[in-house]
């Protein structure tokens, strides 16, 4: 089975900053694959390049089997994208535009149909301009889609939106998955990509960091876990540490939250507890929990904001 994006090597720079540095990933057909990364991280770059809007200083990209440049009129009917702002006019009423890309296509999904899962009917007379950020943002993605493509890459898909259209989004890339598109997505929200994606890669420095399956991914090697647990802020971590097996880490992320990382076994969870008791702390709300994806993002790309 042929890949649905095929990127081996990709460099990208502006200047003298490279923006990707050798970058490689594969995604499948009829998959969804999210492409994680902070803030400069190279994602959106690499995404654009796959799109066919920048192109690369080295290494290849091919999308469907083709180049997103040299064979951009081919790929066009075939490949959807959503765009976070930009590409429609601002006057357009929404309807209007969302008809008139439909008429672009040989076989588009229903107009009406679309609108009203993705709650744009009550505003189909609404000029652009006009719509709040979450109904633009419910339209680029309508727009994306509704000339049944092969392959749709979609950016940030729910910024902005309330819980009802998140949950609407996110059954649409279902079924879109289910009836065999390819999707591409990038996302700030782990929970987004740990519900929705077969596949997560994390870039940071224009480089992947760490790709598999969200389980493969928060369950790591060993199958590790975290035990988290609240008491009074700035104890002595240290004397915890000292019990525990070097593979654990000790760590007071908030004041007066603490996590044990690691293999945790039921001499690990015994020795937490009887330093608790040795140093006169009542662990509150003292839990055993499988990392999540934004466990992992943060312990790949560091908790240091970035602009």
């Given amino acids: 089975m042929s890949p649905a994006v095929e990127v081996v090597d990709l460099v990208k720079r502006y200047g003298s900053r490279t923006a990707v540095d050798g970058l490689s990933l594969t995604v499948l057909p009829a998959s969804v694959t999210a492409v994680l990364g902070p803030n400069g991280a190279g994602k959106t770059t690499t995404i654009e390049t796959c799109e066919g809007y920048r192109r690369p200083d080295a290494g290849s990209v091919r999308v469907l089997g083709l180049d997103p440049r040299a064979d951009a009129r081919a790929l066009r009917p075939r490949v959807g994208v959503m765009l976070q702002s930009g590409g429609i006019y601002p006057s357009v009423k929404a309807l209007e535009m969302l008809h008139h890309v439909a008429r672009l296509h040989a076989h588009p999904l229903d107009v009406e149909s679309l609108a009203e899962r993705l709650g744009l009917t009550d505003v189909a007379g609404t000029t652009f301009r006009r719509l709040s950020g979450g109904q633009q943002q419910r339209l680029s993605l309508a727009l994306a889609v509704v000339g049944r493509p092969e392959l749709v890459f979609l950016d940030e898909p729910t910024a902005g939106l309330d819980p009802q259209a998140r949950h609407a989004t996110w059954d649409l890339v279902r079924e879109l998955r289910a009836s065999g598109v390819t999707v591409v997505l990038t996302t700030h929200f782990m929970e987004e990509a740990e519900r929705l994606a077969d596949h997560v890669v994390v870039v940071d420095a224009g480089r992947v960091v760490a790709e598999g399956s969200p389980r493969e991914l928060t369950d790591g090697v060993d199958g590790q876990a975290v035990v988290r647990f609240d008491a009074p802020p700035a ?11 070097s593979t654990v880490t000790v760590t007071e992320p908030r004041p007066g939250a603490y996590e044990v990382a690691g293999v945790i076994d039921p001499r690990v969870l015994a020795d937490v507890t009887a330093w608790c008791a040795d140093s006169g702390v009542m662990p509150e709300g003292l839990a055993l929990v499988r990392r999540s994806l934004e466990d992992v993002f ?10």
């Fill in 235 to 245: 104890l002595d971590i240290g004397g915890l540490a000292a019990r525990l097996p």
């Fill in 298 to 307: 943060i312990e790949l790309t560091g908790r240091r904001l970035r602009t």
